[in-house]
């Protein structure tokens, strides 16, 4: 009940493509569902969520569906560019638990 | 307002041996977390804290103990290091405990031989 998976595991764009990374989940009772962007070196940072009552949320150039019948929700990255290489997470938190559960991370490469 | 900090930010011990990471924030917040991270493995919660006094057992918690005397400090302890607590450990903290950012720290590379 508490794992999320992601895929793909790595994932190469070229730059100004779209990327997208889908995480799965089984606990209905999943109810926020934060992505994290972790650079080399670097520390993870939020860079959007979503909540179980909302099936869409926008930030500029990134964008975090939420399907919760069928148990994914999928980052949306647009109009790619150098920076957004990373590896990227998702989590998920559901009623009752006090604890985020991450995936195991996606690496995204941008092409110049 | 240095947000999340850690100390130190790299340690290498033999087996056998102990030592604490000191993890502080300055953000007022009550919650607080480490984490380790393997490669392939994201991130695992060690342990957290719901607030001063008070710590909790997470995903992955053997090996290690944490004490929250303060609140703006968590200290997470190994007793005898072993090969397979080699990692990079964060310490993340957040405002409320459900549906928040969590902030994290810089990291702590440590590497048991």
């Known amino acids: 009940g508490e794992n999320v998976e992601q895929h793909p595991s790595t994932l190469s764009v070229q730059e100004g493509d779209s990327a997208v990374i889908k995480c799965t989940y089984s606990d209905s009772a999943s109810n926020y569902f934060p992505w994290y962007k972790q650079e080399l070196g670097k520390r993870p940072q939020l860079i959007i969520d979503?909540?179980?009552?909302?099936g869409e949320k926008k930030d500029q150039r990134i964008a975090v569906t939420l399907n919760k019948t069928a148990k994914h929700f999928s980052l949306h990255i647009t109009e790619t560019q150098p920076e957004d290489s990373a590896v990227y997470f998702c989590?998920?938190?559901?009623?009752?638990?006090?604890?985020?559960?991450f995936g195991k991370g996606n690496q995204v490469v941008v092409i110049p | 307002n240095a947000g999340v900090t850690q100390t130190p930010k790299f340690r290498v011990l033999k087996t056998g041996q102990s030592m604490t990471l000191l993890c502080a924030q300055d953000?007022?917040?009550?919650?607080m977390y480490w984490y380790r991270q393997d490669p392939g493995m994201g991130l695992r919660l060690i342990h957290y804290s719901v607030g001063e006094g008070t710590t909790a057992k997470g995903e992955v918690p053997d090996g290690y103990n944490v004490s929250r005397l303060k609140k703006q400090n968590f200290l997470l302890g190994l007793e005898s290091a072993a090969p397979s607590q080699t990692s990079v450990y964060f310490c993340a903290s957040s405002l409320l405990l459900a549906g928040d950012t969590q902030y994290f720290g810089p990291g702590t590379r440590l590497t048991v031989l």
């Open positions: 953000m007022n917040h009550e919650y």
């Open positions: 979503i909540r179980s009552n909302v």
């Open positions: 989590a998920k938190q559901s009623y009752g638990n006090n604890r985020l559960a």
